[in-house]
């Protein structure tokens, strides 16, 4: 059974009375038919209530979800002959990047993202999903491959950030990062990078230079969590709801603001809860994207990245006081 959010219960509560009824009718052979067709009614009312109406800190718990889509998940739903590679030829291996090589509608593509676990010792084994500099650069090898050979590239960002330990640090973590920036910036291949769930600071940005930024309706985008913003401006973090509220981060203010561009939907219930409906939603935008982006040349998608990041944002002259 999936995680239950505060907001869900009383959903939940409902769909468990529809299948107790469900099972009463099959076995003890009493028609109940009419009663659950009721119930599955007020279900999806209620459903539409609680999801058409998600305050910005619902959507970060949504986001954070432990049953939400992994990158594997949609690589296993949107991609065939996925072959894995591994490894930055530098260091070592790290679990919390997954990436490779993959078919995307019989088109070869380079598929790279960040990797959570379900469980905690599957966290543990994937680091929460925060990446080392290995797993940067092991991204960055498998994009720089793509570059070479003329593969699209498609990157799925889930992570609350870059891991900030002191090994990290010692093996060169915002250089990693800085190095990513300069390289997705200048390779002539279409890029796609998709916000599916959390997208939390340098550890997101690191896989986030693309032609096309989409994200996930119930996914965020932030240079810090809701905790943090909260420890620094009230120094509470019990007050993320507030400060999640006043950030703007979540895909329909991004949007709005023109740094992201396009919401991809999520059906009723969210991502968590319906895995192939979603995963057929982001196939359609991906699909369409990449058709636009297909016949611009090399020189053309990199001055389509420009342009894309030059714009966002307003600049305005300073002019001296007198």
């Known amino acids: 059974m999936a995680a239950e959010l505060p907001f869900e219960k009383p959903l939940l509560e409902l769909d468990a009375k529809i299948e107790e009824l469900r099972k009463f009718t099959q076995e003890?052979?009493?028609?109940f038919t009419d009663e659950i067709i009721k119930l599955e009614a007020r279900a999806k009312s209620l459903a539409q209530e609680i999801y058409g109406n998600l305050t910005p800190w619902q959507r970060v718990m949504l986001a954070r979800h432990p049953e939400r889509p992994t990158t594997l998940d949609l690589i296993g739903e949107l991609f065939t002959?996925?072959?894995?590679?591994?490894g930055d030829r530098f260091y070592g291996e790290d679990a919390a990047i997954v990436g490779g090589i993959a078919k995307f509608n019989g088109q070869p593509v380079t598929v790279v993202g960040h990797q959570k676990g379900r469980d905690t010792?599957?966290?543990?084994?994937?680091?929460?999903g925060s990446p080392h500099p290995e797993?940067?650069?092991?991204?960055?090898?498998?994009?720089?491959?793509?570059?070479?050979?003329?593969?699209?590239?498609?990157c799925f960002i889930n992570t609350q950030?870059?891991?900030?330990?002191?090994?990290?640090?010692?093996?060169?973590?915002?250089?990693?990062?800085?190095?990513n920036l300069r390289e997705m910036a200048s390779f002539?291949?279409?890029?796609?990078?998709?916000?599916?769930g959390e997208g939390g600071s340098g550890g997101a940005l690191a896989l986030g230079v693309g032609n096309r930024l989409l994200m996930m309706e119930n996914a965020f985008?932030?240079?810090?969590?809701?905790?943090?913003?909260a420890s620094i401006l009230w120094k509470d973090s019990s007050q993320a709801q507030r400060a999640a509220e006043s950030m703007k981060i979540t895909a329909n203010d991004l949007h709005e603001l023109g740094v992201v561009d396009e919401i991809v939907p999520e059906p009723i219930g969210g991502a968590h809860r319906h895995l192939k409906e979603t995963a057929a939603s982001l196939h359609a935008v991906l699909t369409r994207h990449l058709a636009e982006l297909?016949?611009?040349?090399?020189?053309?998608?990199i001055d389509d990245r420009y342009e894309k990041y030059k714009s966002i944002g307003q600049y305005a002259a300073l002019t001296e006081s007198i």
Do not use: W
């Not at 002959?81 to 591994?86: M, T």
């Not at 010792?121 to 929460?128: C, D, G, L, S």
């Open 121 to 128: 010792k599957e966290n543990i084994a994937r680091n929460f």
């Open 28 to 31: 003890k052979h009493i028609d």
């Open 221 to 229: 985008y932030s240079v810090i969590s809701p905790e943090g913003a």
């Open 135 to 154: 797993g940067f650069r092991k991204a960055l090898r498998l994009m720089q491959q793509a570059d070479k050979f003329n593969r699209p590239i498609i």
């Open 188 to 196: 002539g291949v279409p890029i796609l990078c998709v916000v599916t």
């Open 161 to 179: 950030g870059a891991y900030p330990g002191k090994a990290a640090e010692e093996r060169g973590q915002s250089e990693a990062i800085a190095r």
């Open 81 to 86: 002959d996925f072959i894995e590679l591994h």
């Open 294 to 301: 297909k016949d611009m040349s090399r020189k053309e998608l």
